[in-house]
């Protein structure tokens, strides 16, 4: 994991290849892992790694479209959002990612959820 030098709060994660077709990354950082998940589309989504039912491992889960279902109990929940998939109830913390010029940084600081 690398810093970038012009926004601190952004780190470097690897190249979108590295990460397989609807699947995921795991980010370890000091605040809690991070699943850094990939979509059929090449769209980049990261959301902390616990579900937000009993904390399952979203980075062991299956994804589908824009989701990804929960490893334990199969709760859906959205990669763009972190909401759970009605009825259930429930968010995932989701973290700003970008993507330059094929490398994927991402933002330590969530941007909601919990």
């Known amino acids: 994991m690398q810093t970038t030098n012009n926004q ?9 290849e590295d990460i397989p077709l609807l699947g995921a990354r795991l980010v ?3 605040k809690g892992d991070i699943a850094v998940f990939r979509t059929q589309g090449d769209e980049i989504f990261a959301l ?11 980075s062991q889960g299956i994804v589908h479209g824009k989701k990804v279902a929960c490893p ?3 709760w859906k929940i959205h990669l763009d ?8 109830e429930g968010c995932a913390a989701r973290f700003p990612v970008e993507v330059r ?14």
């Open 81 to 88: 959002t972190g909401l759970a998939v009605a009825p259930d």
């Open 48 to 58: 902390r790694d616990k579900c937000p039912h009993k904390g399952g491992p979203l």
């Open 8 to 16: 601190q709060n952004w780190v470097e994660v690897g190249r979108i």
């Open 28 to 30: 370890k950082s000091p």
């Open 101 to 114: 010029d094929g490398l994927i940084y991402l933002s330590l600081e969530p941007d909601s959820g919990r």
């Open 72 to 74: 334990l109990h199969d």
